[in-house]
């Protein structure tokens, strides 16, 4: 069982660390200095639409993903709120993203940003990876379409070709069907196979 429980980790471990390759490769390759053709995606689509006016939330399940990015805005100029688990000052951060025209980044963590949260100020919703269970990333999307928000929001997915992460939407379209077989009014029970 102990060998097991080691084999699990190993997997897990080297899965986990196939989706950060698969979102910039600085997360686990610290001295990386080439570029990430996501990371170019994200903050050529930010930079479009802070041209127009719109205000954005990022959402990522990598903290060192949103300091990359961070890094880029800074180098750039562009202003923005950052929230993650150790973020200290929750609601000075969430005040300068909702109360300041020219903040118009939100970089949030899948964990910080959870629960609680209600920005209508965003138009926009960027998913930067792929997370297992998409009822979470409905959530994440949720925060900014709520009651109150009076404009249409819309959601990118950033998504590295032949990855891991496409395997990802494939599990969670899969676990989508699932759901819409069982979550039906015809009381007939669907027949399951192995395959």
């Not at 600085?26 to 041209?51: C, H, M, N, Y």
């Not at 939330?57 to 880029?72: P, R």
Request: proline letters at 3%; charged letters at 25%; one cysteine or more.
């Amino acid at each position: 069982a102990h060998v097991d429980r080691l084999h699990t980790f190993s997997v897990l471990n080297g899965i986990l660390r196939l989706r950060q390759l698969a979102c910039h490769p600085q997360l686990i390759l610290p001295d990386f200095t080439g570029v990430s053709g996501k990371a170019e995606q994200i903050i050529e689509t930010f930079d479009t639409l802070r041209s127009e006016g719109h205000k954005v939330l990022i959402f990522s399940s990598f903290v060192k993903h949103l300091e990359i990015l961070a890094e880029t805005f800074r180098q750039r100029g562009w202003k923005y709120a950052l929230l993650t688990g150790s973020t200290n000052n929750r609601p000075t951060e969430i005040a300068h993203f909702t109360d300041q025209d020219d903040v118009q980044a939100f970089l949030i963590s899948l964990k910080a940003g959870g629960v609680g949260l209600n920005l209508t100020q965003a138009d926009y919703v960027f998913i930067i990876d792929p997370w297992w269970n998409p009822a979470a990333e409905s959530q994440a999307i949720a925060r900014a379409h709520r009651i109150g928000q009076d404009k249409q929001v819309i959601a990118y997915r950033f998504i590295t070709q032949n990855s891991i992460e496409e395997k990802i939407l494939h599990l969670q379209e899969d676990k989508k069907k699932l759901a819409e077989i069982f979550i039906t009014d015809n009381d007939a029970s669907p027949v399951l196979t192995d395959k």
